[in-house]
């Protein structure tokens, strides 16, 4: 593992983390944060920890294939989902787990948001499924949040929250404050008649284009 990189994650994750509770994306220490270092290894936010006062060094490093960890500190529960999204998914470096309002609201309906937001089909890629209720922590959420995320950037967990994952943690964040949006306006739309459907040509030029093309040329 190369140590630098390493470092630098703890101290993405930690940032990140300190922004997502200032956000109000989660309450208490709920939620979790992580990034990936290499093939093998990630960085995550640790266990039941008060993010206002996390320091860079608390991430813990965890083995993705073992889910043996370094240090003191146990990882988040949810680790092992973080860990198996990783290993499907080798375009992702960062992953933002939330439980924020208004994903939760529509996790606990069981209702996929269909595609309905500009912002929502070009990040997260179309519309947003929920993964099945289990066991937090457990193979079988890994397994069903896994499912719920291919082809896209964001899920919904049944009764739980939502997770957005990301070629960077910071692309991560970005689709966590548009999933919790996106499900404010879902659920907003139903009580005037609900929203219009974006077009699947519509969603894959946006997505396209955001994955591509977007931001300044290099
Ligand atoms: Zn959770």
């Given at each position: ?29 709920w939620g979790n944060i ?71 609201t529509v996790a606990a ?110």
């Open positions: 593992m190369n140590r630098e990189k390493a470092k630098l994650m703890q101290i993405e994750v930690c940032s990140t983390a300190k922004s997502m509770y200032n956000s109000g994306l989660v309450a208490g220490t992580s990034a990936r270092i290499d093939e093998d290894y990630m960085v995550i936010t640790p266990s039941g920890m008060d993010y206002e006062r996390l320091y860079a060094e608390q991430m813990v490093i965890v083995n993705m294939n073992t889910l043996e960890y370094e240090g003191s500190l146990k990882p988040s529960i949810e680790a092992v989902v973080h860990a198996a999204v990783y290993k499907d998914r080798p375009e992702v470096n960062g992953i933002m787990h939330t439980h924020s309002t208004y994903a939760l309906a069981r209702k996929p948001i269909p595609p309905i937001c500009d912002d929502q089909v070009q990040i997260l890629g179309g519309d947003v499924k929920v993964a099945a209720y289990t066991m937090p922590g457990t193979k079988e959420m890994a397994e069903s949040v896994v499912d719920a995320l291919k082809g896209r950037m964001g899920a919904l967990i049944a009764n739980h929250g939502a997770i957005t994952v990301g070629r960077t943690l910071k692309e991560a964040y970005t689709g966590s404050q548009v999933l919790e949006k996106t499900a404010m306006v879902y659920i907003n739309c139903q009580s005037i008649g609900g929203a219009v459907e974006i077009s699947q040509e519509d969603i894959d030029f946006f997505h396209d284009f955001f994955l591509h093309k977007y931001g300044q040329k290099k």
